[in-house]
């Protein structure tokens, strides 16, 4: 289902699926989500049909990190008193906390697992298996090493109905699910560590190196940044043997800790790899290429994995992808399931068209080749236009850090006034960081813009109606920077009848511009405007990307000369009354 933004589809998803458990058309709700933020509505909309006198039992899992009492997680008994004696004591933890709470928040999990003296972690696992509806990222359920293994272990399936919000995420991060690599730096790092102590390893991965080795040879004859093989050759089974070496020292009790880790470290490297490696098929494609990062590296890469997620879609009864950026549909169909039989839905907007504006600044644009100083100011210049025509609060969204630095020092050097202050988003916030940031929006007072990065945290998922948010500022069309990967999609999706550049970077881009796009409106009391800065958004080939409601017809041209005038003579249209 794709439905605009603001318009329920959380609770038109939760409230059907509660009712079919409740008469005993499934067995456990999961509401799977990208991101913690996106679980929070979750949660809200539970409350609000508790309150309506619901008896349905909901957990979140929060990623362990965020649930540890420890600085740092390190789950045994000799570093974590938590750990210690966790199993005398958990169920009797999981009882109470299951018969005298009805809200299983972050904070009242991390309450009984200190009075209990448990790992609030595992005791949330455990809670999980007694619960209706678990609220939790994709990972748990369809990432081969981090699914739950009480409900998606080997032969082990359930009456689920899996509600996945933000749908569209998961194309990538099913791609980076299912996908595997290893580089000949890390390699050669352990060797240098271990090989005067464990000889035996040391020559298997000699072994590995020389292969590694010839392949990288190659790969410098072709002249390419990538050289796509046809499969990985006899890598996997030498790396077999390698996993088997590492098992048996990491047996050993007399292994120094730092040299434990970085084994172990190692091993999880190898062990993804094989396990990968068994999954390999027609949606795979085996290349090496040289990495800025990790050096030279093989790489086995799922291109789709609607295969893989559907091998966990099978252990549940029915599934539900919604978004408000699933277009085109037969793109996400193609990337999500196998089921050529599943529903398609497009839900067109209740809300009132007058109460948007759409424009298009078509003489500027965010391609490499245009970034110099006056284009910068060009597109300043329509950012400051925008926001001097009405109080209130704003969103930019830039393609890069990079492209939002150099456009904000443009900005407060030439167009800073008094009455507008900006906020930036950072490339490393805390989640504090993020609510603090948010939290800024809910001022009504003067004008606020908020310089962020289109894909990132504040471009989706983020909940400012009325007036916390009037009006979003898209610089550029969103498309994922060249690289190997891309460029290997490009030439899959060819080589399918497909046209490669849409599927590597057109439809993801603009996903990302929609997203962006879909922050201003929320509610059909909401007002706001939508400036789109970029030549190629007034192209057939990106219009076509458009919701129906978005399509040419709604939108409205000009350039930086005219942009103020068009606001000034369209004062008839509410938003600016």
């Known amino acids: 289902v794709q439905a605009p933004t603001g318009v329920g589809k959380t609770m038109s998803a939760i409230f059907p699926s509660v009712r079919a458990i409740g008469e005993g058309k499934g067995e456990t709700l999961f509401y799977l989500t990208a991101k913690t933020i996106t679980g929070t509505v979750a949660q809200e909309a539970f409350h609000i049909l508790r309150e309506k006198g619901l008896k349905f039992k909901v957990t979140a899992i929060t990623a362990k990190e965020k649930l540890c009492f420890q600085d740092t997680p390190e789950c045994t008994p000799e570093k974590c008193p938590y750990a210690k ?37 595992e005791m949330c696992l455990d809670l999980s298996i ?6 939790c990222d994709y990972n748990y359920v369809f990432d081969p090493n981090v699914h739950l293994k009480r409900f998606f272990g080997e032969n082990i399936s359930g009456d689920y109905i899996f509600l996945i919000d933000e749908a569209h995420n998961l194309v990538e991060r099913g791609r980076e699910m299912y996908s595997a690599g ?15 102590r464990f000889s035996k390893l040391a020559r298997t991965l000699d072994k590995a190196n020389r292969q590694m080795m010839e392949l990288e040879e190659n790969l410098a004859e072709t002249g390419k940044g990538y050289q796509v093989l046809p499969n990985p050759g006899v890598l996997p089974i030498t790396f077999l ?10 047996e050993e009790k007399e292994l120094e800790e730092e040299l434990r880790r970085e084994i172990l470290e190692f091993y999880f490297i190898v062990r993804d790899f094989l396990n990968v490696s068994e999954l390999v098929d027609e949606n795979y494609v085996v290349y090496t290429e040289n990495s800025a990062e ?48 599943a529903y398609g839905i497009y839900v067109q907007s209740p809300f009132p068209k007058e109460n948007r504006r759409i424009l298009i600044g078509s003489d500027v644009s965010s ?13 300043a210049g329509y950012i400051a236009r925008c926001v001097w025509q009405r109080q209130g609060n704003y969103m930019v969204f830039f393609p ?20 507008v202050r900006c906020v930036c988003q950072t490339p490393d916030m805390t989640e504090q960081e993020r609510e603090g940031f948010l939290e800024e929006f809910q001022e009504r007072e003067g004008t606020l813009v908020g310089f962020c990065v289109l894909g990132g945290i504040f471009s989706e998922g983020v909940d400012l109606t009325g007036e916390s948010l009037i009006g979003a500022v898209i610089v550029g069309t969103g498309l994922p920077q060249i690289g190997s990967q891309r460029e290997i999609l490009k030439e899959y999706y060819d080589k399918k009848n497909h046209c490669g550049f849409d599927y590597a970077y057109r439809y993801p881009g603009m996903n990302k511009v929609l997203q962006a796009a879909g922050r201003v409106i929320r509610t059909k009391e909401d007002k706001g405007v939508i400036l789109l800065l970029d030549d190629r958004f ?32 369209e004062r008839r249209n509410p938003i600016y009354l």
């Open 85 to 121: 004696g966790h199993f005398d004591r958990v169920n009797d933890a999981v009882y109470e906390l299951w018969t005298t709470e009805e809200v299983y928040s972050r904070e009242v999990i991390r309450a009984h697992a200190e009075k209990w003296q448990v790992c609030p972690f």
């Open 130 to 135: 007694w619960v209706d509806g678990i609220i």
């Open 182 to 196: 290893i580089s000949r730096q890390s390699l050669v790092a352990l060797r240098k560590k271990i090989r005067k």
């Open 241 to 250: 043997t390698i996993s088997g070496e590492l098992e048996e020292i990491l």
């Open 294 to 341: 990790e050096g030279f590296r093989l790489r086995l890469f799922c291109v789709n994995p609607a295969e893989n997620l559907g091998e966990y879609l099978k252990k549940g009864k029915s599934a539900i992808f919604f978004s408000a950026t699933m277009f085109p549909m037969l793109y996400y169909r193609e990337l999500l399931t196998t089921d050529r039989d």
């Open 367 to 379: 391609r490499y080749t245009r970034r110099n100083r006056a284009e910068y100011r060009k597109i």
């Open 400 to 419: 890069s850090y990079r492209l939002m630095e150099d456009v904000l020092q443009v900005y407060e050097e030439e167009f800073s006034v008094d009455w």
């Open 538 to 569: 007034w192209d057939r080939d990106y219009q076509e990307i458009f919701p129906y409601r978005l399509q040419a017809g709604y939108g409205r041209r000009c350039s930086g000369d005219v942009l103020e005038e068009v606001y000034l003579t």
